[in-house]
């Protein structure tokens, strides 16, 4: 065994525990076509010399826990601080949702320096996303995830975008259920697995319950995104005892048992299902059409030998690998476990062994109680959302720490990918524009979501027909601060990729209006 660690401590065993629990100032916002659009006619007067112009990037503002915009005053989301540097990671950016804390809650895709790159409010307080990630759809790049309400699990539905950011499908759960938070994974087939979690009435009393009980029903649904159509479903009640678990009853006997606590779905090599349960500590295959269990991993009844450190307590995010290992995230517990940890576990079907490939733990220790994931990158590193904790890292394959960036102490995301992704706005860059003392103004310049934008132009002229470059500066950040002197009346700004191609212009703004 591989101990891809990156801390060093003790931790309470895992095998000990499951034995003793099987027992029991004036400013111009412009977007779209606010403003002067470029494209209409609007004489502003005679422009002075060139000569009188200067253009330079300014140093971008500090924040605090909550980013300020004023190009975009709309948008608040947390403050993403990075305290390790990218290095040696995999090209791309970061997707989180973050959630429960100061600022705006919801989708968000960073660039290495913790900079936001786009940002999506949630509809209203009472709502979340969670799971927020890139998949492909009809052979594309889309950005999905799921939005609701949710306490333990979650009562919404899915959202698809393509790179323009346009909506083109929402996905709904099937048969009269509501979709829960904890999967959304789009399969080749262009359908869609998810998680449903059902309150149904069961007897309790072999658990020491009321024989009138009600339990939560963990659900799989496969859907066809195209018509939403239910294709399969599966039931945990159907398949897996409630005397499997490892939760303790409520206090209030009227309340819903959550004894199973389904919280990942995914599609294993031979086409059949892996589904991770929180409560039984056990990852099950699942036959796709028959709905049988085909082997348990882990748990009361694990079909496999449990080698020395694979077992798991409340682990999340069960996933196949190409090199045949599962990876699984483990919480472990607040009272039993000094740390969360990524094990890559190896099952073997002929002997029905399982063995501990590597393991991985953050440097500080992090202890995760709730939620995390664990995806691999092509490059054999390993990327992992830290769940309750408002941390997430990149890993080397042999367990060194590459990359890592925090939250504010209260926020979370339930989980964290690095994902390439392109994306191309359907919109137009936003300016704002600030007098300064001098005379001179400072332009704010940002276009949420395009990720092609290395400069930005500067336009200036006598009226929308007679714009022209007066100098260009550096992107920095999803907004850039841009001192400009000029004697011109309108001002626009022109975003350039790479190669000094445009890509798009903001509207104008009159800063002698």
């Known amino acids: 065994m591989d101990r891809a660690r990156g801390g060093v401590g003790a931790r309470v065993t895992r095998r000990d525990f499951l034995r003793a629990a099987g027992a029991g100032v004036a400013w111009v916002a412009l977007s779209g076509t606010l403003g002067c659009d470029p494209a209409e006619e609007d004489r502003a007067g005679a422009s002075p010399s060139k000569a009188e112009e200067s253009v330079r990037g300014l140093p971008a503002a500090r924040s605090g826990e909550t980013r300020v915009f004023r190009s975009r005053p709309d948008l608040n989301p947390p403050t993403v601080t990075v305290d390790t540097p990218a290095n040696g990671t995999v090209p791309g950016h970061v997707f989180v949702a973050p959630k429960k804390g100061p600022g705006q809650d919801g989708p968000m895709i960073l660039d290495n320096d913790g900079q936001p790159v786009w940002f999506r409010p949630v509809r209203g307080e009472e709502h979340d996303s969670m799971d927020f990630k890139a998949q492909r759809y009809r052979g594309e790049p889309v950005i999905t995830w799921w939005e609701g309400v949710h306490g333990a699990y979650g009562r919404g539905e899915h959202v698809i975008l393509d790179a323009a950011y346009r909506e083109i499908a929402r996905v709904r759960a099937g048969n009269g259920l509501a979709g829960d938070h904890h999967e959304f994974l789009m399969t080749e087939r262009d359908t869609a697995l998810i998680t449903i979690y059902a309150e149904v009435p069961h007897d309790?009393?072999?658990?020491?319950?009321?024989?009138?009980?009600?339990?939560?029903?963990?659900?799989?649904?496969?859907?066809?995104?195209?018509?939403?159509?239910?294709?399969?479903?599966?039931?945990?009640?159907?398949?897996?005892?409630?005397?499997?678990?490892?939760?303790?009853?409520?206090?209030?006997?009227?309340?819903?048992?959550?004894?199973?606590?389904?919280?990942?779905?995914?599609?294993?090599?031979?086409?059949?299902?892996?589904?991770?349960?929180?409560?039984?500590?056990?990852?099950?295959?699942?036959?796709?059409?028959?709905?049988?269990?085909?082997?348990?991993?882990?748990?009361?009844?694990?079909?496999?030998?449990?080698?020395?450190?694979?077992?798991?307590?409340?682990?999340?995010?069960?996933?196949?690998?190409?090199?045949?290992?599962?990876?699984?995230?483990?919480?472990?517990?607040?009272?039993?476990?000094?740390e969360s940890r990524v094990v890559e576990i190896q099952p073997n079907e002929d002997d029905m062994t399982a063995t501990l490939v590597r393991e991985y733990t953050h440097p500080e220790g992090v202890l995760a109680p709730t939620q995390g994931n664990a995806q691999r990158l092509p490059n054999g590193n390993l990327f992992v959302g830290w769940g309750s904790e408002p941390v997430f890292s990149e890993f080397s394959e042999d367990g060194g720490l590459l990359f890592n960036a925090r939250l504010p102490a209260e926020v979370e995301s339930y989980r964290a990918f690095r994902h390439p992704w392109t994306g191309r706005p359907d919109t137009l860059p936003t300016l704002a524009a600030v007098p300064t003392p001098d005379g001179g103004v400072t332009l704010y310049a940002s276009w949420n979501g395009a990720t092609e934008v290395e400069s930005w132009e500067v336009l200036a002229g006598p009226a929308l027909d007679g714009l022209e470059p007066v100098g260009s500066v550096p992107r920095s950040g999803f907004e850039t601060a841009i001192a400009v002197r000029t004697g011109e009346a309108l001002l626009a700004v022109r975003a350039l990729d790479g190669a000094g191609g445009a890509l798009g212009t903001s509207s104008a703004v009159n800063i002698r209006g």
């Open 204 to 338: 309790l009393s072999s658990l020491g319950g009321p024989a009138d009980g009600t339990v939560l029903d963990g659900i799989v649904q496969e859907i066809d995104i195209d018509t939403g159509r239910v294709l399969f479903q599966w039931h945990s009640l159907d398949h897996v005892p409630v005397d499997a678990t490892y939760g303790d009853l409520p206090d209030d006997p009227a309340a819903a048992f959550d004894y199973f606590h389904i919280n990942s779905v995914d599609v294993d090599d031979d086409d059949n299902l892996l589904v991770s349960a929180r409560r039984t500590f056990a990852v099950y295959k699942i036959d796709r059409e028959s709905g049988e269990v085909l082997w348990r991993l882990g748990g009361k009844e694990s079909d496999f030998e449990m080698g020395e450190g694979t077992e798991t307590l409340y682990q999340h995010d069960a996933r196949r690998q190409p090199d045949g290992t599962i990876t699984l995230f483990d919480n472990g517990g607040m009272y039993v476990s000094e």
